[in-house]
């Protein structure tokens, strides 16, 4: 995630990493802050968006766990829409597609993935499966 107004880098992962590994509540006693690192910016709407994707990318993987894809795939699409270069929810779009046999689809979500992240393990088991090597 990037912030609108210095384009500095904001790693929402980091935050979470540090809730997840110690707990709810650490968010104030290690003052996590939502400024941006670099002009100060307020991130909190940004990042209000960024926790709703990733709340609609669990109910996804939830639905998937539960063989809906059709489900799955509608709250995968609700993520990407909120959080465009988020390579978890592509890669969980070409899974979902491959296993409904739309590959060409599984293959445009798969190499956006690759985009945004060159070494997500979605994009090796894409150049191993998806794109064999001539001999
Ligand atoms: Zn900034």
């Not at 968006?49 to 990733?54: F, G, T, V």
């Not at 939830?62 to 509608?74: L, P, Q």
């Not at 890669?91 to 599984?106: N, T």
């Not at 690759?114 to 894409?126: L, M, N, S, Y």
Request: with cysteine.
């Amino acid at each position: 995630m990037k912030c609108p107004v210095c384009r500095a880098t904001y790693r929402p992962a980091d935050r979470e990493l540090k809730i997840e590994k110690q707990g709810a509540g650490v968010e104030q006693s290690l003052n996590l802050s939502s400024q941006c690192r670099r002009c100060g910016v307020d991130l909190s709407p940004l990042i209000c968006l960024h926790d709703q994707a990733i709340w609609w990318h669990r109910q996804a993987i939830r639905a998937f766990k539960a063989n809906d894809y059709t489900a799955a795939i509608s709250w995968n699409n609700w993520a990407i829409a909120l959080h465009t270069q988020n390579a978890d929810f592509h890669a969980l779009a070409g899974q979902l597609w491959a296993l409904q046999g739309e590959f060409g689809k599984a293959i445009a979500s798969l190499k956006k993935t690759q985009q945004i992240e060159p070494k997500h393990p979605a994009v090796a088991f894409f150049e191993i499966v998806l794109q064999p090597k001539a001999e």
